[in-house]
T-cell receptor, first 113, second 116 residues
Framework: GDSVTQMEGPVTLSEEAFLTINCTYTATGYPSLFWYVQYPGEGLQLLLKATKADDKGSNKGFEATYRKETTSFHLEKGSVQVSDSAVYFCALSDSGGYQKVTFGIGTKLQVIP | GAGVSQSPSNKVTEKGKDVELRCDPISGHTALYWYRQRLGQGLEFLIYFQGNSAPDKSGLPSDRFSAERTGESVSTLTIQRTQQEDSAVYLC??????????????FGPGTRLLVL
């Protein structure tokens, strides 16, 4: 079945540091890939997505590139801010008849001033 | 509505009691999903609705769990004879359609269930 593996946290960075959160996946077919973010006290919200190989999703300074050859979708940001502190979930949606989304375990990011 | 809403936001119950969780999706969204997020774990898919039908119930963990949707709108997730391992955050999401795999799912704030 489909699965998503992402690095466990927490990840603690100083403000303006470079961020990478690794994510790899296993899926049949051609899934769509997502990063969701959950800020403290808030619900899950979509951060970015990519629907086919080599697509790059980007939002709020975050980027992730759909790499089919390495089955990866790593999240990066060049300079993190305290306000980026949240839990980040990598996810995939299978290419079947509907969008059952499979989530990774989530990576907690703490950015300190 | 402006977003997906869920009620109650928190529920504490005693082991063996039944609970009902409610989800109000975004108006016009035909697809609705329930997930469970246990402490320290990722989200588990529970069930999916297209309109009022549930073509995939494969994620429901036991026959104590059931869900229904009416009027292609509100959905309720019912847990009978709750157990302590049912303690989790239950999340609901909706999307405009299930026909396109890239369709964004919008999540509600969740219901935090604690079974004592």
């Amino acid at each position: 079945g489909d699965s998503v593996t992402q690095m466990e946290g927490p990840v603690t960075l100083s403000e303006e540091a470079f961020l990478t959160i690794n994510c790899t996946y296993t899926a049949t077919g051609y899934p769509s890939l997502f990063w969701y973010v959950q800020y403290p006290g808030e619900g899950l919200q979509l951060l970015l997505k990519a629907t086919k190989a080599d697509d790059k999703g980007s939002n709020k300074g975050f980027e992730a590139t759909y790499r089919k050859e390495t089955t990866s979708f790593h999240l990066e940001k060049g300079s993190v801010q305290v306000s980026d502190s949240a839990v980040y979930f990598c996810a995939l949606s299978d290419s079947g008849g509907y969008q059952k989304v499979t989530f990774g375990i989530g990576t907690k990011l703490q950015v300190i001033p | 509505g402006a977003g997906v809403s869920q009620s109650p936001s928190n529920k504490v119950t005693e082991k063996g009691k039944d609970v009902e969780l409610r989800c109000d999706p975004i108006s016009g969204h035909t697809a609705l999903y329930w997930y469970r997020q246990r402490l320290g774990q990722g989200l588990e898919f529970l069930i999916y609705f297209q309109g009022n039908s549930a073509p995939d119930k494969s994620g429901l963990p036991s026959d104590r769990f059931s869900a229904e949707r009416t009027g292609e709108s509100v959905s309720t997730l019912t847990i009978q004879r709750t157990q302590q391992e049912d303690s989790a955050v239950y999340l609901c999401a909706s999307s405009r359609t299930s026909g396109r795999v890239s369709e964004t799912q919008y999540f509600g704030p969740g219901t935090r269930l604690l079974v004592l």
